[in-house]
Structure formats: C-alpha cells, structure tokens
C-alpha cells in the first residue's frame, strides 16, 4: 500500500513564500511523475506544476498563472515532491494536492490548505 502525505500548508500574506512537500511511503519500485494539483472553492481541480519523469526535467509544465513564482522540484531518494511557492497571491488561495504515479498507479494526497491573506 503507497501513501502521500503532503506538508507545508498554512496562513501566508500575499507577497509572502510557502514550501509544500509532500511524501511517498509504502512498497515503492517504480516512481514517474509527480506533480501538485489545486482545488479553489467553487472551481475545479487545476494542475500546478508536474515533473513527468526526473530524467526528463526539461519537460516540466507550470500553469501559466503560477510561472516565474512557483517551483517544482523532486527528491528521489526520499520519494518526495516539493513546491516552493514565492510572491504569492490571493488567487492562490485553494486547497493543494500532490499527485505521484506510483507502480504504474496514480496516487493523491490528502491534501494541504493554503490560505493568503493579509
């Protein structure tokens, strides 16, 4: 059984930076893509950012809204992903989860809230 466990949500005042992380744990063989995904009230789920394979960095997608402010980055040996959140903004108020193609399944996290506001 594969768990995420994401952390690093919280309060944080726009301009402000935050850093997510989120960890994979259980019987781990096979580890591709990995990315975060966000979930604002009253819309949709939307991708954020996405590594779709280490060796392939320069294959990495941001959503327009985010690029230049957020970075994705990974940690094979530790089964993690990370979000460095910078200049942040109201719009990035939502609910974030992490999102790992684990032994060819796909996994998510339960979820981590941020919150910008002054």
């Known amino acids: 059984q594969v768990q995420l466990v994401e952390s690093g949500g919280g309060l944080v005042q726009p301009g402000g930076s935050l850093r997510l992380s989120c960890a994979a744990s259980?019987?781990?063989?096979?580890?591709?893509?990995m990315g975060w995904y966000r979930q604002a009230p009253g819309k949709q789920r939307e991708l954020v950012a996405r590594l779709p394979d280490s060796r392939y960095t320069e294959y990495t997608e941001y959503a327009d809204s985010v690029k230049g402010r957020f970075t994705i980055s990974r940690d094979n040996a530790k089964n993690t992903v990370y979000l460095q959140m910078d200049s942040v903004n109201s719009d990035d108020t939502a609910l974030y989860y992490c999102?790992?193609?684990?032994?060819?399944?796909?996994?998510w996290g339960q979820g981590t809230q941020v919150t910008v506001s002054s």
């Open positions: 999102n790992m193609n684990v032994n060819w399944e796909n996994y």
């Open positions: 259980g019987s781990i063989f096979r580890l591709k893509a």
